[in-house]
């Protein structure tokens, strides 16, 4: 079992739709972060919390919107959504920022926008 | 020139065989690199760490690096039909990279019964 865990394990959302993934840890892991992965590619980095702050952007589209109102939680909001955000989404975590550590993966979100 | 780079696949091994996957990465300030390995429609699962020049074992699986060449590998020893699933190769970014984890591309593994 993960200890990293994430909600809901699918969703499919129109385009118009409002939703958000949730992921919550209790490692006391004091970054969290979030990635995108398409079929067959790598998982690609979107966010990186540090302490409860926004540590890490990677240009992602305000689309995307990510929260983390404490250290054990992090959402990730999502609106106006297109087809090719399809993805699966990952969350992890980690005892440092500084990556010493490995990261901890959660189960996943498949997203499907429709 | 990409940051980590994988042995691209995919391999396919005999049951009972070695399996052997390789890694090379481009920055010289990395200090920590991971092995994940990944089910099709899962989640990464971290299999292996390896901080220091040299071998590290943990059941079936070696970890080998060696910073001067700038080489990480992954030994599966006696390779299972459980072990088919494509493995990421993660090294740290360092703080030239802002301490990001890149990740290869993977390399798929399928175990012949």
């Known amino acids: 079992d993960t200890e990293v865990t994430q909600t809901p394990k699918h969703l499919v959302m129109g385009m118009t739709n409002k939703k958000s993934l949730k992921c919550e840890q209790h490692?006391?892991?004091?970054?969290m972060y979030w990635y995108k992965q398409k079929a067959k590619k790598p998982p690609e980095l979107m966010f990186v919390?540090?302490?409860?702050?926004?540590?890490i952007n990677e240009s992602v589209p305000s689309r995307f919107s990510p929260e983390c109102p404490n250290s054990s939680l992090l959402n990730l909001h999502l609106h106006a959504l297109q087809p090719e955000d399809s993805a699966l989404y990952l969350c992890?975590?980690?005892?440092?920022?500084?990556?010493?550590?490995?990261?901890?993966f959660g189960n996943g979100t498949r997203l499907t926008v429709t | 020139q990409k940051e980590v780079e994988q042995n691209s696949g995919p391999l396919s091994v005999p049951e009972g065989a070695i399996a052997s996957l390789n890694c090379t990465y481009s920055?010289?300030?990395?200090?920590?690199f991971f092995w994940y390995r990944q089910y099709s429609g899962k989640s990464p699962e971290l299999i292996m760490s390896?901080?220091?020049?040299g071998d590290k074992e943990d059941g079936r699986f070696t970890a080998q690096l060696n910073k001067a060449s700038q080489y990480v590998s992954l030994l599966i020893r006696d390779s299972q039909p459980s072990d088919s699933a494509t493995y990421l190769c993660?090294?740290?970014?360092?703080?030239?990279?802002?301490?990001?984890?890149?990740f290869g591309a993977g390399t798929t593994v399928t175990v012949r019964a």
């Open positions: 919390y540090s302490y409860e702050k926004l540590s």
């Open positions: 490692m006391g892991h004091r970054a």
């Open positions: 390896i901080y220091s020049n």
């Open positions: 993660a090294v740290n970014g360092g703080r030239s990279n802002d301490y990001k984890l890149s």
């Open positions: 920055d010289r300030g990395s200090q920590s």
């Open positions: 992890a975590s980690s005892q440092d920022r500084q990556g010493i550590r490995p990261l901890h």
